[in-house]
């Protein structure tokens, strides 16, 4: 009987795992949260109320500024997974990607109604902007000259 306790109690642990506590509550979660519930599209995918799970799955690279994470959407017509990824960029989070995925049915981009919800434009990972410095031509300005014939001739 102990042993039975104790591996109870250990299986109990690991299903709360401190990190997931954390992604739960990550900004971009929260962000997508926010949105799912609140969305016509998904309402008419899944039904209303949509209900999100705290579960959530994936990584979120403080150092690096990088997060791709996942997490349970369920209605009383359906379920699905919510993709959201996100990008740090100058200390603040922001979503680069939110979508749906239902279990039926075609996923459901809604990375452009979080934009229109919340009047910010997602992130954009450009390492040049703002720098005025650089003397390198722009793209549209540099031409590519190809010797006649074949390739390889």
């Known amino acids: 009987m102990h ?11 690991l299903t709360i795992v401190p990190g997931c506590r954390r992604l739960s509550q990550h900004p971009i979660v929260k962000e997508a ?4 519930t ?8 899944l039904g209303s109320p949509v ?6 799955r994936g990584t979120a690279n403080e ?3 990088i997060a791709m994470l996942q997490f349970d959407a369920t209605g009383p ?6 993709v959201v990824e996100g990008k740090k960029t100058a200390g603040q989070w922001g979503v680069t990607l939110l979508e749906l995925r239902p279990a039926a049915g075609d996923k459901l981009s809604l990375t452009a109604d979080l934009e229109a919800r919340t009047g910010t434009d997602t992130p954009k990972f450009d390492p040049a902007a703002g720098s005025s410095t650089s ?5 549209s300005d540099v031409e590519i000259v190809l010797p006649p ?5």
């Open 149 to 153: 014939g074949p390739p390889g001739s």
């Open 63 to 65: 150092t690096d500024g």
């Open 3 to 13: 042993r039975t306790a104790v591996a109870l109690a250990l299986v109990c642990a």
């Open 38 to 45: 609140a969305n016509e599209r998904v309402a008419a995918a």
């Open 135 to 139: 003397s390198a031509p722009r793209p």
């Open 51 to 56: 209900a999100c799970s705290a579960g959530v």
């Open 77 to 82: 017509k359906g379920s699905g997974i919510v």
């Open 33 to 36: 949260v926010a949105e799912v």
